[in-house]
Nanobody, 126 residues
């Protein structure tokens, strides 16, 4: 089973920035969509963003639009989530996930993603 560990989380003040990284070197990323999810204490998992395998289309949940930017580097097996203007409500464990397939159909549910990272904690203080 291929496992990976996200990095880049931490404690930041409101308005600050963090960049999360997702190492996916065990995958042929040209064939895999990548997504980011988060789960806050006592809340259900939430889809944050999804990018198609070629990077041509990116989807974001409404609450992060204009603040978060997802990128990927297929050649080097990496996915990234740049988070700017962070708010206390962004506090959560962030997970990277990937699945075989080009598109992000029904991505926000997360149920179709086969491979998940272990998560990285993001804490935003007010």
């Amino acid at each position: 089973q291929r496992r990976f560990v996200e990095s880049g989380g931490g404690l930041v003040q409101s308005g600050g920035s963090l960049r999360l990284s997702c190492p996916l070197s065990g995958f042929t990323l040209d064939n895999y969509a990548i997504s980011w999810f988060r789960q806050a204490p006592g809340k259900e998992r939430e889809g944050v963003s999804c990018m198609t395998s070629g990077g041509g289309i990116t989807y974001y949940t409404d609450s992060v639009k204009g603040r978060f930017t997802m990128t990927r580097d297929n050649a080097n097996g990496m996915g990234y989530l740049q988070m700017n203007d962070l708010k206390p409500e962004d506090t959560a464990v962030y997970y990277c996930a990937t699945r075989f397939g080009m598109y992000c159909v029904d991505w926000s549910r997360g149920s179709d993603f086969s491979y998940w990272g272990k998560g990285t904690q993001v804490t935003v203080s007010s």
